[in-house]
């Protein structure tokens, strides 16, 4: 006798693949498709007005890919010019994961977002995060940094098949078997 495996990945979040029959959502993946090819191609002023208004509208509806947008979007501000609007976004994702508790996640993506903004040259914005997330770590009792050793594992592609996504390796979740979920749109990355 045999037994159907279990899914491999439950899902975490609402999934929006093109496949989707709500128009909205199919809408939605478009835009999002859309906002990384501008983001992609160089014109990053359209791009941060896309990841912005998706952002705000995932802010709205509740769902997680808001704080990947928001950090996106405010990384699209900082190439275009605006790093005061670029700061304000990415601020506005990290605070999102501190209102919902998800203090450990706060930790390493703040601490990524620290250290992109140190590299690109941006040491003010980038001590911002930096008190911001002391402060936080302060508050929330955090104690010490910690990247899961599953996190650094095993490669996998720099883009999302499904919406062209950035894929960043050690701020994606991870699954056991080394794959991940995209941030954007949920579906699953495979190693590459
Ligand atoms: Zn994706």
């Not at 941060?48 to 808001?66: D, N, T």
């Not at 900082?78 to 501190?98: H, P, R, V």
């Not at 209102?99 to 992109?116: A, C, I, P």
């Amino acid at each position: 006798m045999t037994f159907r495996r279990r899914q491999p990945h439950p899902r975490r979040f609402r999934v929006q693949p093109p496949r989707s029959r709500n128009p909205a959502a199919r809408a939605a993946f478009q835009r999002l498709r859309h906002a990384h090819d501008l983001m992609h191609s160089g014109k990053y002023q359209e791009a941060a007005q896309q990841y912005q208004a998706l952002a705000e509208a995932a802010e709205k509806h509740g769902l997680p890919q808001a704080t990947p947008l928001f950090l996106q979007a405010g990384r699209a501000w900082f190439e275009a010019g605006d790093s005061k609007t670029g700061l304000a976004s990415l601020q506005k994702g990290l605070n999102i994961l501190e209102m919902y508790r998800k203090f450990q996640r706060l930790n390493v993506v703040g601490s990524r977002t620290q250290t992109e903004l140190d590299e690109k040259g941006f040491a003010h914005e980038a001590s911002v995060i930096g008190s911001y997330l002391e402060r936080m770590r302060i508050d929330h009792d955090i104690r010490d940094l910690q990247f899961s050793r599953e996190m650094r594992g095993s490669k996998l592609p720099a883009k999302c098949s499904q919406c062209g996504g950035s894929v960043i390796p050690d701020q994606v979740e991870r699954f056991k078997d080394g794959s991940a979920q995209c941030d954007y749109c949920g579906s699953v990355i495979q190693r590459a």
